[in-house]
């Protein structure tokens, strides 16, 4: 009697878990079909970004106009850049608004700028979504690397316009003055975009891994799973 009550629960908690895995193959099929497609869509773009630094930015000057592969490149990184950029300002309005130091003021854009990303990938890390995390760190690189460029530019201030008119400052020419580092602005952004490619690269492997070979090992491993 024992032994049949045990059966039955068992049964009961072996259905259950595959009724719930059926399920969870069923909705993630579609959908893992469509993350892999938008992965190696996107590889171009990482492929693209990993060479974006300031001497390529001058080499491509003037392409964004043209149906080439650095213009359409550019054309697509521009709008996730003016995205980037509406958070980067707020991050320079909340200070406007507090009356911050001007040192905290200037810092405050690209605080914000990678402050966001980073409670992307949190929220999504601690609610188990590999995709989105990882997709959080492409996008925490995309902003590191731009960042790294436009670090590179503050010997050149007046080069680019103010993405603010009537700003007048470039961000990294003031900080980097401030710190009394402006003569090792070339190191410091070229460590930044060392940092920022390494996690671009980094993410979109492990965005490979997760999708193309972590789901099909589950999936084999799950018909002999409870069995013995």
Not at 25 to 35: E, L, P, Q, R, W
């Amino acid at each position: 009697m024992k032994q049949d009550n045990d059966w039955q629960n068992i049964s009961a908690s072996e259905l259950l878990e595959r009724s719930r895995a059926s399920k969870k193959k069923v909705t993630a099929k579609a959908s893992d079909i469509g993350v892999r497609v938008g992965l190696l869509l996107l590889m171009p773009y990482i492929i693209w970004l990993s060479k974006y630094n300031d001497s390529y930015v001058a080499s491509i000057h003037g392409k964004v106009i043209h149906l080439d592969f650095d213009g359409v490149m550019q054309s697509f990184h521009n709008l996730i850049n003016g995205a980037n950029m509406i958070v980067h300002e707020a991050g320079h309005g909340v200070c406007y608004l507090l009356a911050c130091p001007q040192f905290m003021t200037a810092l405050n854009g690209t605080v914000f700028q990678l402050l966001l990303p980073m409670i992307f990938i949190y929220y999504y890390y601690k609610r188990e979504n590999s995709i989105l995390a990882g997709i959080g760190g492409i996008w925490l690189a995309q902003n590191l690397i731009y960042v790294s460029w436009y670090m590179s530019t503050s010997h050149t201030p007046n080069l680019y316009p103010m993405f603010l008119p009537g700003g007048g400052i470039h961000d990294f020419w003031y900080l980097f003055r401030e710190l009394g580092v402006y003569k090792y602005d070339w190191l410091i952004s070229g460590s930044v975009r060392v940092v920022a490619v390494m996690l671009l690269l980094a993410s979109y492997v492990y965005l490979l891994y997760t999708s193309f070979l972590q789901n099909d090992s589950k999936l084999r491993r799950r018909p002999y799973k409870g069995k013995r």
